[in-house]
């Protein structure tokens, strides 16, 4: 059990933490005064969804005053098979509020994200950037394919959570090099589960030009959508 790897639930471990008022090295000291052998860089990879020992988890579980199996993510019910192959550097769009400017006002957002594929499993590291030139680091736990269904949940972990919480669905198209479909997360300006289409252009693709004007088209029509879904919600 000791040598055993697991990928624990992130965003739930550090809501509970923040929770309870309690800081990273609050948390380290709690699990070493118990006796455990923990230290706050592993704290810091379980909260970043990367994996860690089977036995440390069990730790910063009873440090927080929960058992284990709490932040064990069970996907024994997903059929994890599929044969593409979605690995590389992407380009994406998404909509987004920006209620700094005005209730209606929404961005369009680029991200450029990189995924690893390791069978069905994936890790991706993306930055995000709006119009204004605001970059974020955006964080991914639970990225897994399932035949040409891209699903995965992301955080901002520069935000305070739930803000900035997100959960997104893409399917893969066009030979491989397109990924369509929407995420919903908790807006921070908002306070609002909010939604948006979802494109992505894999960076290497023949027709990434051409694709890449295809999807601005089609996140303009979605732009204008969100801006109405907004104004109904304000009457």
């Known amino acids: 059990m000791e040598s055993t790897s697991i990928t624990p639930n992130c965003i739930l471990l550090v809501s509970d933490r923040e929770n309870q008022s309690m800081s990273q090295e609050s948390l380290e000291y709690i699990i070493k005064e118990s006796g455990a052998s923990v230290n706050i860089s592993t704290i810091r990879r379980a909260e970043r969804g990367q994996n860690i020992r089977m036995d440390s988890l069990v730790s910063i579980a009873r440090g927080l005053g929960y058992d284990a199996e709490r932040y064990i993510l069970d996907e024994s019910l997903l059929e994890n098979v599929s044969n593409a192959d979605v690995s590389g550097d992407w380009l994406g769009y998404f909509i987004e509020l920006d209620i700094s400017k005005n209730i ?36 991914f736990v639970d990225a897994t394919l399932l035949r040409d269904m891209l699903a995965f949940r992301s955080f901002y972990p520069a935000w305070r959570q739930p803000s900035g919480v997100a959960s997104s669905q893409l399917k893969l198209g066009k030979g491989g090099d397109w990924l369509d479909g929407f995420s919903i997360w908790y807006d921070l300006d908002t306070e609002q589960i909010e939604c948006s289409r979802e494109i992505h252009v894999r960076k290497d693709a023949p027709y990434f030009d051409a694709y890449c ?17 907004i104004k109904l919600r304000a009457d």
């Not at 991200?111 to 995000?128: D, E």
Request: aromatic share 2%; net charge negative; with cysteine.
């Open 104 to 139: 209606t006002e929404n961005s369009l957002v680029t991200s450029t994200m990189q995924i690893s594929q390791h069978g069905c499993n994936l890790q991706i590291n993306a930055i995000t950037e709006t119009p204004d030139g605001d970059n974020r680091e955006m964080r």
């Open 213 to 229: 004007e295809e999807a601005n088209r089609l996140m303009l029509q979605e732009k204008e959508l969100y801006a109405d879904r």
